[in-house]
């Protein structure tokens, strides 16, 4: 809106505005508007949670140090929403389709998140949606995305080739227009690229659920992990960046560049109360709308096999709950003292301020690692 209003109506009558035509700037504003949307409204949020006594159910199998964090306020998640989601519309151009695309996307997946926390909140338990109810809606909502997308590749604004790392010239299309057009094949040209989409989108967000364990843990990752998309959308939608680094340029995706932004300075502001020991926890309303949102993002620059780099600590936990609960079905046997993998150490002995902090080291080296394949290609 503050796009529409300062740069396509007030930069005729007066020229310095047209410095918000570049999504850098924006994104930077956006930043800072997230931050302090937090900051500033996050004491009086945490404050009606507690007066209306929304507070976390800890499970009883969990590491018994946790049990004294029961009753921290939860559902800190509308607050990250609110702070993504404000600066977006306040500071995009709302032209754009791909940010209508992730906005709704965030929206739908924190709105499951909403629904799980609010059933544990109203039968005070830490048992909220089923797991096959859950994971229903979660693909429900990736459909929804998919489709969109597939709109979009119809429009001539998107393509469903998908970018190798490390690999120049080799793009494989999940729907090759040759198939779209043929009678019967239209619709099932497209099923791969719906099922990719819905696989990136449901892993991803479960994956920042599994991670959001411990005090700031989550969150900390997300900022690394959404400083790094801020950089690949902003350079997917650069055309002199994008042919510099021979990527598929989509001029239309730059714009999620202040979306992103938008992401950092939420979580940032987020991670002020959230940091050891937390004064709020994000529930599943803020990991599932956070994962949902890098999931899209990722799939929107075509960068979703980047994405375990992105992420690398969110796919580490998500992978650990998998090997245990598959390890112990077969054979009876247990690879981790606990999962998701941050149990794992603080049962070996390590702090949970250690393990939070060594857990940012390495997302923010996985983070590395996913911006230098830019270049090794």
Known sequence: ???????????????????????????????????????????????????????????????????????????????????????????????????????????????????????????????????????????????????????????????????????????????PGFLTHLPYWGLVAFIPFVVFVALVLVGSSNAVNLTDGLDGLAIGCTIVASGALTVLTYVSGHAVFSDYLELQRMPLVGELTVFCGS?????????????HPAEVFMGDVGSLALGGAIGTVAVAIRQELLLPLIGGVFVLEALSVILQVGSYKLRKKRIFKMAPLHHHFELLGWSESKVIVRFWIAALVFALLALTTLKLR
Do not use: C
Not at 9 to 34: G, S
Not at 263 to 275: D, E, H, K, R
């Open 263 to 275: 992401m950092v300075g939420a979580s940032i502001g987020f991670l002020w109360y959230n940091a």
């Open 1 to 175: 809106m503050l796009y529409w209003l300062l740069y396509q109506k007030l930069y005729l009558y007066f020229r310095p505005f047209r410095i918000f035509r570049y999504e850098t700037f924006r994104t930077a504003f956006a930043t800072l508007t997230a931050l302090l949307i937090m900051l500033f409204i996050g004491p009086y949020v945490i404050e009606k949670l507690r007066e209306f006594q929304i507070g976390q159910y800890i499970r009883e199998e969990g590491p018994k140090d946790h049990q004294k964090k029961a009753g921290t306020p939860t559902m800190g998640g509308v607050l990250i929403a609110i702070a993504i989601l404000l600066p977006t519309l306040l500071w995009s151009d709302l032209s754009d389709p791909f940010v209508w695309l992730v906005m709704g996307s965030t929206l739908a997946f924190g709105a499951i998140g909403f629904a799980d926390d609010y059933i544990k909140v109203v039968h005070r338990r830490n048992l909220g949606l089923t797991s096959r109810a859950k994971m229903g809606l979660q693909f429900l909502a990736a459909l929804g995305v998919a489709i969109a997308l597939i709109a979009m590749q119809e429009q001539g604004l998107y393509s469903a080739q998908i970018t190798v790392p490390f690999v120049k010239n080799f793009h494989p299309h999940l729907a």
